[in-house]
């Protein structure tokens, strides 16, 4: 069974960039899903930062696609989230999660535990 | 962006109480239609997907139906494990939206 595992600072500061890692273990990066980011700032809701494939096309939440960048590495089974000139309203619970589809539907499972970054000076 | 609206937003009930949550979509998406269950601390996990499909695992006491812009999650019979946040989510397009979120809680 596929597990995903994220990793990154626990506290950026303003203006910085959050840079976080999902490390995929059980299971090819190269499979046939979309590896995704969704955030959760605190006692909020969820919010879809974005998504990858394998072969490098993404998919970006238009209220943050000027300041993020998916990536992935293959070599590594990994990919990556980076968010450019963050404020507080970017602190939040980051989670990476599978979007698994099928038959033109999807869904995300499963999710990683979820990493929380904090944005202060 | 499609606009996805639960209700009620909080919920108080009792073991063994059927309990049903309505999510509400803003424009048509078929049965693109997701619900999670989140525990305090946790991931959210899957409970059912494509609005009626029950994932591998969760218990058949959970259901959903619906179709369009209408949608409920249903259980039928609460365990004390069952008390959670629910969240419902579309697939019918991107960004991918969820709704804010319907929390259950113990009477």
């Known amino acids: 069974q596929v597990q995903l595992q994220e990793s990154g600072p626990g506290l950026v500061k303003p203006s910085g960039t959050l840079s976080l890692t999902c490390a995929v273990s059980?299971?090819?990066?190269?499979?046939?899903?979309?590896w995704s980011w969704i955030r959760q700032p605190p006692g909020k809701g969820l919010e879809w930062i974005g998504e990858?494939?394998?072969?490098?096309?993404?998919n970006y939440n238009p209220s943050l696609k000027s300041r993020v960048t998916i990536s992935v590495d293959k070599s590594k089974n990994q990919f990556s989230l980076k968010l450019s000139s963050v404020t507080a309203a970017d602190t939040a619970v980051y989670y990476c999660?599978?979007?698994?589809?099928?038959?033109?539907?999807?869904?995300?499972?499963?999710w990683g535990q979820g990493t929380l970054v904090t944005v202060s000076s | 962006d499609i606009q996805m609206t639960q209700s009620p937003s909080s919920l108080s009930a009792s073991v063994g109480d059927r309990v049903t949550i309505t999510c509400r979509a803003s424009?048509?998406?078929?049965?693109?239609l997701n619900w999670y269950q989140q525990k305090p601390g946790k991931a959210p996990k899957l409970l059912i997907y494509a609005a009626s499909s029950l994932q591998s695992g969760v218990p058949s006491r959970f259901s959903g139906s619906g179709s369009g812009t209408d949608f409920t999650l249903t259980i039928s019979s609460l365990q004390p494990e069952d008390f959670a946040t629910y969240y419902c989510q579309q697939s019918y397009s991107t960004p991918r939206t969820f709704g804010q979120g319907t929390r259950l809680e113990i009477k």
């Open positions: 999660a599978i979007h698994l589809t099928s038959s033109s539907t999807s869904w995300f499972d499963p």
């Open positions: 990858i494939y394998h072969s490098g096309s993404t």
């Open positions: 424009q048509s998406i078929s049965s693109y």
């Open positions: 059980g299971g090819s990066i190269s499979s046939s899903n979309w």
